[in-house]
């Protein structure tokens, strides 16, 4: 257990005369053996929110902390196959807003998701799911501190790689899809995780209530983005902005991996989604979601992706990769975490406001919602007409046992 930030926690909720009068500091086992879910109902109910913010290291989950419009620490509740550093689940007082903080990366985020949707503490069924964190940007789009809200996720390096120094001379990029032999060409074999698809309709009302807010700004960011000559967009203050996000376990940068991935999501969604945002983990976040719909224990229909820019995804006019990776001062993370909270938490009021007359019995989507496999009905709108049948069905069981059994002959 991450005891530092709990003990703080609980510390903060507790009378000064109970923390000062406190005989003796409990032994480790006994810090270990407490149930730190705080709670003014049934310790048996179930706390049922109705908005979960996802973030996915410290300074985006504290971007919501000591605000005035809700406090999430009220209730710490500690879940099983959480983050070891982020054991906790954290609620207001009445369970309408939770945050997990399921750690950077895809190999922490899906497991997170999964661990708080299997738990018994909480029923997440009518719950809407807001990922709230930083990425980088397209200056193409967008700008420092702007907020993007995704309707599509692509999983951009689900792909063979040729390292940059033996790339073919016939070849655009080091990138080609499994089962192809050229890059730019529509992958032979899938995962199914590649591309998923979220409710528009939701998108739109999520972007509705940000576009309500004063997005933060800084004189740095200013003086920085005014190096990204050509890129009308990136020269503008942060705004609100619809488009999609690349996601990827390597954290690339520069202008040639920037274009081959933004071909990438064309190919990947037949020229439906829009190449803007980047970061790592949305994709293994939404699987774990999807896992769950699956299951009936969420609604896929009930998320919002919200990433707010700290970074261009390449470097200006007259600055190489390396210099633009390693060595600018953007001023782009303080912003974008401000412009998290500004803009997230007009989502949540707004959500919380409307909830009996529109967010509780859920927004109706107007387009496909759902994975490349189609594994909650409907057909996808992206990838291949002639998506291989064989791969959207369930495997035979029995035949693979029967050629496992020759195997072991």
């Known amino acids: 257990m991450h005891f530092s930030h709990s003990l703080a926690c609980v510390a903060g909720l507790l009378p000064a005369t109970l923390v000062a009068g406190a005989a003796a500091p409990l032994s480790e086992a006994a810090v270990e053996a407490r149930d730190y ?47 070891p550093l982020f054991p906790d689940v954290h609620c207001t007082s009445n369970g309408d807003v939770c945050q997990i903080i399921v750690g950077e990366g895809q190999g922490n985020a899906a497991p997170s998701i999964l661990a708080l949707t299997l ?29 993007g809200f995704a309707k599509y996720a692509i999983q951009v390096t689900n792909q063979y790689e040729i390292d940059a120094r033996e790339i073919p001379d016939n070849f655009t990029g080091g990138y080609l899809g499994y ?14 995780t590649e591309v998923f698809e979220i409710n528009g309709a939701l998108q739109e009302l999520a972007i509705s209530f940000a576009s309500t807010a004063k997005l933060n700004d800084s004189a740095t960011a200013k003086a920085y983005r005014a190096n990204y000559k050509g890129y009308s967009n990136a020269l ?3 705004s609100v902005i619809k488009c999609d996000i690349a996601t990827s376990e390597t954290f690339w940068h520069g202008e040639k991996l920037a274009a081959g991935f933004e071909n990438t999501t064309k190919v990947w969604t037949n020229g439906s ?43 200006y006019p007259s600055q190489t ?28 009021q707004g959500i919380i406001k409307e909830w009996d007359s529109k967010f509780k ?45 020759k195997y072991r002959m």
């Open 37 to 83: 879910t705080f709670t003014t109902s049934a310790p048996s109910s179930k706390v049922t929110p109705k908005v979960v913010l996802i973030a996915m290291f410290d300074p985006e989950a504290e971007a919501f902390y000591g605000i005035p419009e809700f406090n999430v620490l009220e209730r710490n509740i500690t879940i099983p196959g959480a983050s």
């Open 321 to 348: 990769a390396a210099q633009s990776l390693l060595f600018s001062n953007s001023g782009g993370f303080a912003i974008a975490n401000k412009n998290l909270y500004l803009g997230g938490v007009k989502i949540v």
């Open 273 to 315: 989604a829009t190449y803007c945002t980047t970061a790592s983990e949305d994709n293994s976040t939404l699987e774990a979601l999807m896992r769950a719909a699956i299951a009936k224990l969420v609604d896929f229909e009930r998320i919002i992706i919200m990433r707010a820019a700290s970074n261009f995804d390449r470097q």
């Open 361 to 405: 019995k859920g927004i109706a989507s107007p387009n496909y919602v759902g994975d490349l496999l189609g594994s909650l009905g409907g057909t996808p709108d992206f990838g291949l007409n002639n998506y291989p049948e064989p791969q959207k069905k369930k495997r035979d069981l029995a035949a693979l046992r029967s050629k496992m059994m």
């Open 236 to 238: 503008q203050a942060p």
């Open 119 to 147: 738990s018994d503490k909480f029923d997440l069924r009518n719950t809407y799911f807001m990922v709230a964190g930083i990425a980088g940007i397209s200056p193409n789009r967008g700008t420092l501190g702007t907020l």
């Open 179 to 192: 089962g192809t032999d050229f890059p730019g060409e529509y992958p032979g074999n899938t995962y199914g």
